[in-house]
């Protein structure tokens, strides 16, 4: 997959954590989409796939890891939380997602983006 100009879609309710995320993405190059909420994230996910999701592991009354289960597809994630948790990082990694603490660093998010998007398979819409 052409990892640059992938599409992201970010999930997480610190207003100015999910804006410094899109920002960053979208000066690598990549369609980034930022959004605060569950419902609005499970909205967008109900018409679209992205390449990429980025979504916090506390968003108000729900777990973040529930955008990863209950998608359709599956899709590569990175799940981010503000504390080191053991037993959450674990369930992300069981659901195939890569698990980071904040604060993030932004060359390393990058890193893993690169590395979560080269992983990905091609969607059957992309094979040539």
Known sequence: MNVMGASV?????DVSTCAGMAELLRHAGHDAQATTTFEDARAILARRTPD???VDIRLGEFNGLQLIM????????????????PLLEHEARQAGA????????PA???????????QAPVPATRRL
């Open 70 to 85: 209950l998608s359709r597809t599956q899709i590569p994630a990175i799940v981010i939380s503000g504390f080191a948790d």
């Open 9 to 13: 879609l970010i999930v997480d309710d």
């Open 52 to 54: 990429l999701l980025i």
């Open 108 to 118: 390393e998010l990058l890193a893993l983006v690169q590395q979560k998007l080269s």
């Open 98 to 105: 890569e698990f980071l603490v904040k604060p993030v660093v």
